[in-house]
């Protein structure tokens, strides 16, 4: 709490040495070490465009449009809900800044095709690895793969402090430029950082399935909601977050082993409804549902059960008043599809057997009165 600036240095010390990185930056949130990257990539250049993909958090396009560039959609990969790397050269071209690659629910997107598409035309590749923190490819951490990679330590991640985030990066160049813009970060006040441990305590509370049904009948939490933000605070992840953090090692061993073995529970005890991706340590287990139909009434029935079952982002960016400006006329079925049909499940440790049983006959009765409607 007191000794913020040393807390932080041991904290990025520990991650540099655990991932493998020469320079690590803890700041406020996730969305801002997005936008701190984007920020000091833009500082060296000219481009202004950045490709998302069309089927994302909504953040990241905020993030984009508050560092000051250009958001590009690239439609999806429906296998692992990444960018298409097919569609990709479609468009990056000249004016391309950056491509910024997400691991959706810890799944490995096409990174290796991705990073060669923007070797070919000078584009960064910023993976964003906020729900895939610990998830390796090859050996080495989802995050590390391309030019620098961004992380999340906000609720319900696979380490969370409550709230946070981390820049990694084994470019010395690219470390500089980060570290110019980090020096300008505002300091959160005690006040501020107080009552983020507060929300964090609470979400401790309440993340347990069983118990899900009191955060969410408050509506002023808006659970389940995804927000484009208009405010994206920027600031260093204070002293108290980073102590929170001091035993991230041990709990994410615990997170990734519970999240592997939920996920082989899903994919066991689903069929035919489980989509087919490996096992592995998945921030939230994807369900691709067979219209959208079928998906609004799976997520009612969840919702009066008081399960954990959720919608994936409601809507693909393109359908967003704030993306308008920056669609072209462009269509992106994948991404429109998928926003339509998935549905994801808790793969945390608090999951008990009680709440897996209580899922699975959720599905079970919605198969069941679709066949009766048939």
């Given at each position: 709490?007191?000794?913020?600036?040393?807390?932080?240095?041991?904290?990025?010390?520990?991650?540099?040495?655990?991932?493998?990185?020469?320079?690590?930056?803890?700041?406020?949130?996730?969305?801002?070490?997005?936008?701190v990257?984007?920020?000091?990539?833009?500082?060296?250049?000219?481009?202004?465009?950045?490709?998302?993909?069309?089927?994302?958090?909504?953040?990241?396009?905020a993030?984009?449009?508050?560092?000051?560039?250009?958001?590009?959609?690239?439609?999806?990969?429906?296998?692992?809900?990444?960018?298409?790397?097919?569609?990709?050269?479609?468009?990056?071209?000249?004016?391309?800044?950056?491509?910024?690659?997400?691991?959706?629910f810890?799944?490995?997107?096409?990174?290796?095709?991705?990073?060669?598409?923007?070797?070919?035309?000078?584009?960064?590749?910023?993976?964003?690895?906020?729900q895939?923190?610990?998830?390796?490819?090859?050996?080495?951490?989802?995050?590390?793969?391309?030019?620098?990679?961004?992380?999340?330590?906000?609720?319900?991640?696979?380490?969370?402090?409550?709230?946070?985030?981390?820049?990694?990066?084994?470019?010395?160049r690219?470390?500089?430029?980060?570290?110019?813009?980090?020096?300008?970060?505002?300091?959160?006040?005690m006040?501020?950082?107080m009552?983020?441990?507060?929300?964090?305590?609470?979400?401790?509370?309440?993340?347990?399935?069983?118990?899900?049904?009191?955060?969410?009948?408050m509506p002023?939490?808006?659970?389940?909601?995804?927000?484009?933000?208009?405010?994206?605070?920027?600031?260093?992840?204070?002293?108290?977050?980073?102590?929170?953090?001091?035993?991230?090692?041990?709990?994410?061993r615990?997170?990734?082993?519970?999240?592997?073995?939920?996920?082989?529970?899903?994919?066991?005890?689903?069929q035919?409804?489980?989509?087919?991706?490996?096992?592995?340590?998945?921030?939230?287990?994807?369900?691709?549902?067979?219209?959208?139909?079928?998906?609004?009434?799976?997520?009612?029935?969840?919702?009066?059960?008081?399960?954990?079952?959720?919608?994936?982002?409601?809507?693909?960016?393109?359908?967003?008043?704030?993306?308008?400006?920056?669609?072209?006329?462009?269509?992106?079925?994948?991404?429109?599809?998928?926003?339509?049909?998935?549905?994801?499940?808790?793969?945390?440790?608090?999951?008990?057997?009680?709440?897996?049983a209580?899922?699975?006959?959720?599905?079970a009765?919605?198969?069941?009165?679709?066949?009766?409607?048939?």
């Amino acid at each position: 709490m007191f000794g913020s600036e040393a807390a932080l240095q041991s904290i990025e010390a520990d991650f540099r040495r655990a991932i493998g990185v020469r320079h690590v930056f803890l700041v406020s949130s996730g969305t801002a070490a997005l936008v701190v990257v984007l920020k000091a990539m833009a500082a060296a250049s000219q481009r202004r465009q950045v490709v998302i993909p069309a089927y994302t958090c909504y953040s990241v396009p905020a993030a984009v449009v508050a560092a000051g560039l250009q958001p590009v959609l690239c439609d999806i990969d429906g296998s692992n809900y990444g960018i298409d790397p097919d569609r990709l050269p479609d468009v990056v071209g000249g004016s391309t800044l950056a491509v910024l690659a997400h691991h959706l629910f810890g799944l490995p997107c096409a990174i290796g095709r991705i990073a060669d598409i923007c070797a070919a035309t000078g584009a960064a590749l910023v993976e964003d690895a906020a729900q895939a923190m610990g998830v390796t490819l090859n050996g080495r951490w989802l995050g590390t793969h391309g030019d620098v990679g961004t992380f999340s330590f906000g609720r319900g991640k696979n380490v969370t402090a409550g709230h946070g985030g981390m820049i990694a990066t084994d470019s010395d160049r690219m470390a500089a430029a980060i570290d110019r813009q980090v020096r300008r970060l505002d300091r959160v006040t005690m006040l501020r950082a107080m009552g983020k441990l507060a929300q964090g305590a609470a979400m401790v509370a309440m993340i347990r399935p069983s118990l899900y049904w009191i955060p969410s009948a408050m509506p002023w939490l808006e659970l389940g909601k995804t927000i484009y933000p208009t405010d994206i605070p920027l600031g260093r992840l204070t002293g108290m977050h980073a102590g929170l953090l001091h035993t991230w090692r041990e709990r994410l061993r615990v997170s990734c082993r519970a999240r592997t073995a939920n996920v082989a529970e899903w994919m066991a005890r689903l069929q035919p409804c489980a989509t087919a991706h490996e096992a592995g340590p998945h921030l939230r287990y994807p369900v691709l549902m067979r219209d959208a139909a079928e998906c609004d009434r799976l997520l009612r029935v969840s919702r009066a059960r008081g399960l954990g079952i959720s919608r994936g982002y409601p809507a693909a960016l393109d359908a967003l008043p704030q993306m308008r400006p920056f669609v072209e006329g462009r269509d992106y079925p994948v991404a429109r599809d998928v926003a339509a049909r998935l549905v994801t499940l808790p793969t945390h440790h608090f999951v008990t057997e009680r709440d897996r049983a209580a899922i699975v006959s959720c599905f079970a009765d919605i198969a069941a009165a679709e066949t009766v409607a048939a």
